[in-house]
């Protein structure tokens, strides 16, 4: 992964944020006192994007931790809704309290539980969505995908973050022993992404290595 682009676009974004509201720097704030990780700056600019381009009207996002990524999408695209799932009660509590702070809250619904568990639920009550986002346990995600195909409308996106994982998916030469294996998990889960007959996937070298996928 190229690092210095990476880093000249975060660069560029905090140089430009001044037009930003205040609620942004407050949440990734409180995400970096509670050590919560949250999308990087550029990784979160061009889910952002991608997101304007293609306007989904409803959207699955696996991983809320305390909301930011939720309340990001929800302010570039109000008319949405966002259902959000998170297994940690204390990032879930975080959440239900900034969300509701931000006066929102029926375009959301927060759910407390595993994502595998709650997916299942979802596709016996034969849910669907215009969008997933992926962005929990990395050692899991073809997991997550395969329950996020049957919940996605054809048309739609999967967009996945941390697919690049700081570089180590790319060049696993130096890997540190502990995450040697998620490394593995995620070289396996971006062939499949490219493998898969049923979606055109890209990923782009932002943030934590983002992937988008498009279903036919
Ligand atoms: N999307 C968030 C953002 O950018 O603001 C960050 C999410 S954080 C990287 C990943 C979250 O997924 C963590 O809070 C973790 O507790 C949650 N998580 C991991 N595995 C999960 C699972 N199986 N079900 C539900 N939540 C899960």
Same mark, same amino acid.
């Given at each position: 992964?190229?690092?210095?682009?990476?880093?000249?676009?975060? +660069?560029?974004?905090?140089?430009? /944020?001044?037009?930003?509201?205040?609620?942004?720097?407050?949440?990734?704030?409180?995400?970096? /006192? @509670?050590?919560?990780?949250?999308?990087?700056?550029?990784?979160? *600019?061009?889910?952002?994007?991608?997101?304007?381009?293609?306007?989904?009207?409803?959207?699955?996002?696996?991983?809320?931790?305390?909301?930011?990524? *939720?309340?990001?999408?929800?302010? #570039?695209?109000?008319?949405?809704?966002?259902?959000?799932?998170?297994?940690?009660?204390? +990032?879930?509590? +975080?959440?239900?309290?900034? =969300?509701?702070?931000?006066?929102?809250?029926?375009?959301?619904?927060?759910?407390?539980?595993?994502?595998? #568990?709650?997916?299942?639920?979802?596709?016996?009550?034969?849910?669907? !969505?215009?969008? =997933? !986002?992926?962005?929990?346990? @990395?050692?899991?995600?073809?997991?997550?995908?395969? *329950?996020?195909?049957?919940?996605? @409308?054809?048309?739609?996106?999967?967009?996945?973050?941390? #697919?690049?994982?700081?570089?180590? %998916?790319?060049?696993?030469?130096?890997?540190?022993? +502990?995450?040697?294996?998620?490394? @593995?998990?995620?070289?396996?889960?971006?062939?499949?992404? !490219?493998?898969?007959?049923?979606?055109?996937?890209?990923?782009?070298? =932002?943030?934590?290595? %983002?992937?988008? /996928?498009?279903?036919?």
């Amino acid at each position: 992964m190229n690092i210095e682009s990476n880093q000249y676009i975060d +660069r560029l974004l905090q140089k430009h /944020s001044s037009h930003l509201p205040e609620w942004i720097d407050k949440l990734e704030q409180e995400a970096k /006192s @509670k050590h919560v990780p949250i999308m990087e700056q550029s990784g979160i *600019a061009y889910l952002l994007q991608i997101l304007r381009l293609h306007q989904p009207k409803s959207i699955l996002e696996v991983g809320t931790a305390i909301g930011y990524s *939720a309340l990001r999408m929800h302010d #570039v695209l109000p008319e949405a809704f966002i259902t959000t799932i998170e297994r940690d009660e204390e +990032r879930f509590k +975080r959440a239900v309290a900034n =969300v509701s702070d931000f006066g929102v809250y029926e375009q959301f619904e927060l759910i407390l539980g595993d994502a595998h #568990v709650e997916m299942d639920k979802m596709i016996n009550e034969q849910i669907l !969505f215009d969008c =997933v !986002f992926i962005d929990a346990s @990395k050692g899991q995600y073809e997991k997550f995908f395969e *329950a996020a195909d049957v919940l996605l @409308k054809p048309g739609g996106i999967i967009i996945t973050d941390n #697919v690049l994982f700081r570089g180590y %998916v790319i060049d696993d030469s130096d890997v540190p022993k +502990r995450y040697a294996n998620m490394v @593995k998990k995620l070289q396996r889960y971006n062939d499949m992404l !490219f493998e898969n007959p049923s979606y055109i996937s890209n990923i782009v070298p =932002v943030g934590d290595g %983002v992937a988008i /996928s498009i279903k036919q």
